[in-house]
């Protein structure tokens, strides 16, 4: 099931990203935004609770809520993480707020932070 939603959301990203690099200042699709509005600021927060961290495997597992950006409803599962040294601030049981995007087909989290 991963797998299968990883390509459906990996490939309007990938087309999306391609029509960007091709636009010169990429003003077609942001206008008015500065280059420095980066997509991870802009994206919203996803509440989660952290059920247990793989430090081997380089893996997380998060029951979290509705993450739009990944058509995904509220569930538990594993995510890879884009650095594991975030791994080393998590343990099982922290409530925490984090994106998470399709990396290489696989559901990845790109940003965490402590909830409170
Ligand atoms: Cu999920």
Known sequence: ????????VALPLAALAMAQAQTPGGSASAPGKSPRAGAVSAMPLTEGTVERVDKARGEVVIQHGDLPNLGMPAMTMGFNVADKRMLDR????DKVRFNAEIV?????????EAAR
């Open 1 to 8: 099931m991963m797998k299968r939603l990883g390509i459906l």
């Open 90 to 93: 998590l343990k099982p049981g």
């Open 104 to 112: 290489k087909g696989e559901a990845t989290v790109t940003h965490i």
